[in-house]
């Protein structure tokens, strides 16, 4: 028995066992083939021909830049109600019957995104996305026409079903998303788009939702949507697309002339805005790429520019919010300014994130803190973010993050440790890409093939020494700007401190 308690407590020596190795990785992506080209309007459309087995699916951004300060908290109460109002002819069972009979959905929803090389400038819009039977194209893109041109807005009682069932899906939400939330809060003062995505999908848009359901009157609210709809479905507010176009379509080779058709046709019959709508935020940049990096054949730059809103005055700044909610738990988030997208510092970033989540992180908050869960995460706008979900502890989960930083600081991570957080980053890198996304990261985030090559390279060369200086350079208390958030119970420790904001 003693010899048998001796065995088991001996390391097991793995190496015999069969193991990948990051060698094994494919050194270069396959590229995607696009094609680009200009409707009658000059509108692009980006065309992406793919084995989908019958399916068109159609996506399209539409520009926030013209809208009103004062109407931007409720584009996401318009992105959910557009489609479900009723339209043209139809009225709102009309509408879902048919939308069900000849869709498998039409979609709307916030897009916000953090230009690939540079924290301060970002797009803001609203993404329309739809997939339909090839023999059903012309259907859809007249559901579209309709709910472009001719939304209804009339109906108060159906309004405010849909606005209780929303604020009632939020609220549900926040148990099972609380460290999302969380970590949108933590990381609203850290650039300027992070502001726009606490409004649109954090907190704030919770608390905004469950006072309109609130209301007895509800149609102050319900008169901003055709104001809203004015700024965001004329073609006038479309011209300049997210990079590189304006829509896109996933479908076989056979059914691309028929496609394209259907779009040309949506796009024309959309009504042209009489008025010439001037950007609301002074300070838009507009970004031609690189007419190689767009996969097709290259277009003329301004065909393929974008607008991107930075703000020169903004300075990053650090801000404690605690949420307090009537749940037995917590939710922690801790949010670090870091490196854009073509950074190589955000490779090893990148790779460090799932280092310390795997090797420290893990043990410290779920093992010995007794959390569901927690770690660290690196999100396309160069926020680092550490994270635990349902946690007994709060501050001391931070101080749990700070020594995260500190381990990694003195390299307490051997190569194996290393290549197994690099496979496990690379099994993300190339997760199999359904045939209906193929072609959305140069689409809807301005990332090309090319970037995503190199930014593989940057994966493969990072090491040791790069991991160590990227923890010193980023992670290390007082090197960046961070942000943190707790949703969760009553706590002393924030209450005795005056830094942090009770909401």
């Known amino acids: 028995g003693l010899e048998l308690m001796a065995l088991q407590s001996q390391p097991q020596d793995t190496s015999c066992l069969p193991a990948l190795k990051v060698s094994d990785i494919e050194p270069r992506i396959p590229f995607t083939e696009l094609e680009t080209s200009l409707t009658a309007e000059d509108v692009p459309v980006q065309y992406c021909a793919q084995p989908t087995n019958g399916m068109v699916y159609f996506r399209a951004v539409s520009s926030l830049n013209t809208l009103p300060e004062e109407l931007r908290p ?46 301060d400038m970002y797009e803001q819009g609203v ?35 849909l606005v209780k069932m929303t604020a009632q899906e939020l609220s549900n939400g926040i148990p099972d998303s609380g460290h999302v939330y969380a970590s949108i809060r933590a990381s609203r003062t850290l650039t300027p788009a992070g502001e726009l995505q606490e409004l649109f999908n954090g907190m704030e ?10 209301m007895s009157d509800i149609r102050p609210v319900l008169r901003k949507l055709p104001r809203i709809k004015k700024h965001l479905l004329n073609s006038d507010n479309m011209r300049y697309p997210v990079f590189p176009n304006r829509c896109s379509v996933n479908a076989t080779p056979q059914q691309m002339s028929h496609a394209a058709q259907a779009v040309e046709k949506f796009i024309k019959g959309i009504a042209r805005s009489k008025k010439e709508r001037k950007p609301i935020r002074p300070h838009v940049i507009e ?21 991107l809103i930075t703000d020169p005055t903004f300075q990053p700044c650090q801000m404690k919010t605690h949420f307090q909610l009537p749940f037995p738990v917590n939710y922690v988030g801790e949010s670090v300014r870091t490196v854009p997208f073509t950074s190589p510092d955000y490779a090893s970033l990148r790779i460090l994130a799932r280092l310390m989540t795997a090797k420290f992180l893990h043990t410290e908050i779920r093992e010995k803190g007794g959390a569901y869960g927690g770690g660290a995460q690196l999100t396309h706008n160069g926020i680092f973010s550490f994270y635990s979900y349902r946690d007994p502890k709060s501050v001391g989960t ?16 051997t190569q194996q440790d290393i290549d ?42 990072v090491s040791k020494d ?16 961070r942000g943190l958030a707790i949703l969760g119970p009553d706590n002393t420790d924030t209450a005795k401190d005056p830094s942090w904001v009770k909401r």
Not at 144 to 158: K, Q, V
Not at 205 to 214: G, W
Not at 437 to 449: A, C, E, Q, R
């Open 205 to 214: 848009q919770v608390k905004l939702m469950k006072r309109i359901a609130e």
């Open 466 to 481: 790069n991991l160590i200086n990227a923890a010193d350079k980023y992670l290390a208390a007082g090197k960046s700007t």
């Open 398 to 413: 931070l101080a749990t993050f700070e020594k995260a930083a500190e381990w990694s600081r003195k390299g307490n991570f």
């Open 127 to 161: 993404l329309f996305f739809s997939l339909c039977l090839d023999r059903n194209l012309p259907d859809m893109m007249h559901l579209w026409s309709e709910i472009f041109n001719n939304p209804h807005f009339e109906n108060e009682e159906h309004f405010k079903v």
């Open 420 to 461: 197994e957080a690099k496979l496990a980053v690379f099994a993300a890198v190339d997760a199999p890409v359904a045939p209906s996304d193929k072609g959305t990261g140069s689409f809807l985030y301005g990332i090309s093939d090319e970037m995503k090559q190199r930014h593989r390279e940057h994966l493969f060369a």
């Open 287 to 307: 970004k031609t790429s690189d007419p190689e990096t767009t996969g097709g054949k290259p277009l003329t730059c301004s065909h393929i520019t974008r607008k």
């Open 74 to 119: 409720y584009v996401p109460l318009f992105c959910n109600v557009i489609t479900k109002m009723g339209c043209g002819a139809l009225g709102y069972r009309e509408q879902a019957q048919e939308i069900e009979l000849k869709t498998g959905g039409l979609f709307v929803s916030p897009h916000i995104t953090a230009d690939d090389s540079h924290l």
